[in-house]
Nanobody, 128 residues
Framework: QVQLVESGGGLVQAGGSLRLSCVAP????????MGWFRQAPGKEREFVAA????????RYADPVKGRFTITRDSAKNTVYLQMNSLKPEDTAVYYC?????????????????????WGQGTQVTVSS
């Protein structure tokens, strides 16, 4: 069992930035693809970004390309989602998820059903 804990959410004005963090207390992410998903009120959970366990492959949803960046720091066992140029439509609960373990070279999946472990989520609210 992998417990994931997100942090970094909050209220920000449109055009602002936030950085979300995801840690797994007492566990390593080694071998796991890590993803960020979000769910707005009344909408289904949607893919935001994912990164391979080696960190050399990333994938983004079209609405966030060029604005969001996913990275991972293996030494700190932390995955980040840097969100710039935020828009009101980015308002949602953001979830961190882990998928694996996998051998090296497996590209990150954008499909929520492939992820085995999920955090509780952190609220991001962007005001206009």
């Amino acid at each position: 069992q992998v417990q994931l804990v997100e942090s970094g959410g909050g209220l920000v004005q449109a055009g602002g930035s936030l950085r979300l963090s995801c840690v797994a207390p007492g566990r390593t992410f080694s071998g796991y693809t890590m993803g960020w998903f979000r769910q707005a009120p009344g909408k289904e959970r949607e893919f935001v970004a994912a990164i391979s366990w080696s960190g050399d492959s990333t994938r983004y949803a079209d609405p966030v390309k060029g604005r969001f960046t996913i990275t991972r720091d293996s030494a700190k066992n932390t995955v980040y989602l840097q969100m710039n140029s935020l828009k009101p439509e980015d308002t949602a609960v953001y979830y961190c998820a882990a998928d694996g373990p996998y051998p090296i070279g497996i590209p990150p999946s954008p499909h929520a059903q492939t992820y085995d472990y999920w955090g509780q989520g952190t609220q991001v609210t962007v005001s206009s």
